[in-house]
């Protein structure tokens, strides 16, 4: 019998992934059940590599359907729940606001419910560990961190469903006891991320020498961290972390959207043979996304002073690794790329 099962939510996707494989490979006695619906953003490829190990398996859901989520709590009597499953883009979630209420919010509080009902004999040993984003706290002027104090502020209906799912996992803690833990992270970048998302997009538009859309003057500011140090803060939180607790994560490393594009183009001249400058010319500045967040800025001294996390790679270190999977996975790429995608490109580029 499994020392732990434990349940991840949106394990299919860019960081439930990482997050689902780190955990299958280090905690051979854990069960972990990944529970995903498989949407645009999800992908089954993302976890080839394990799909067939003996403490994994792969469960096709909603959790915004409520009867499903319990009757899977049911059966599965999960010691602990992951909770990454989201729809995830601020682009689509100005076009969609919705669908983001239904997963972000609803979906949240299904699976809370769910967690309340089966927990409610025994909580010693439980944990909901909701995973959120810096997103929440709002948008920093030139100067400032975010700490886990900082007011919620969401801007966004994508950060405001976040917010707001964030809330309901407190809530959940002081009103019924429910052991839960929140941590808030910052850009995470990597293998796996789906390309609507900046660094993934302009890889695959540079290799296609395709335009490289820059929202406004490019001058927005985030904060990047590999995912896999994410996955690894996630682990560590999950067994460490205090219950009732919020923990920010963070690369304390920011750069300006076009700086960053910039040295995107300069690892990609020399990988793919070209001349230097030669890809820069396909920056194109185009209209700015509403109510465009100008800085995200991560304190996470919390987390690094309590339980002695710190993020690994140096900033070039890992996009060379990132860009370095995305050329050698171009399959995956075009998987992706063809169908929908081209339509939600369209979109999204030509038609706002
Ligand atoms: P993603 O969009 O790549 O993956 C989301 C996954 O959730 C997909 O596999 C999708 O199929 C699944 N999903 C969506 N709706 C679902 C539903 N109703 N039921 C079951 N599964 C569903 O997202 P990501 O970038 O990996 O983000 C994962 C989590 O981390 C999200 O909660 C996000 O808010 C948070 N986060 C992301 C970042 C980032 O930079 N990407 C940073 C901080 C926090
Ligand atoms: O901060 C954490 C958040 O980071 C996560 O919670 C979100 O799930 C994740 O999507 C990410 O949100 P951003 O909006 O910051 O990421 P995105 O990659 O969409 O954009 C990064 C920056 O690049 C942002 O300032 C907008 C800009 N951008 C983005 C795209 C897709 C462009 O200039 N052009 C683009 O085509």
Known sequence: MAEKTILVTGGAGFIGSHVVRL?????????????????YAGNLQNLDDIETLANY????????DDEFVFDLFDKYKFDGVIHLAAESHVDRSISNPSEFIKTNIVGTVNLLNAARTFWKDEIDNKLFYHISTDEVYGSLGEEGFFVEETSYSPRSPYSAS??????????????FNLP???TNCSNNYGPNQFPEKLIPLAINNIREKKSIPIYGKGENIRDWLFVEDHANAIDLVFHKGKKGETYNIGGNNEWTNIDLIRVLCKIMNEKLGREEGE???????VKDRAGHDLRYAIDSSKIQNELGWNPSLQFEEGLNKTVDWYLKNS????????GNYQKYYEEQYYKR
């Open 23 to 39: 955990f299958v490979n280090k905690y051979p006695n854990y069960k972990i059940v990944n529970l995903d619906k498989l949407t």
């Open 57 to 64: 398996e792969f469960i096709k859901g909603d959790i915004v």
């Open 162 to 175: 976040k917010a707001s799912s964030d809330h309901l996992v407190r809530a959940y803690y002081h009103t």
């Open 180 to 182: 839960v833990v929140i």
């Open 279 to 285: 890809s820069e010319q396909l920056i194109t500045f």
């Open 331 to 338: 399959l995956w790429m075009k998987n992706i790329t063809s």
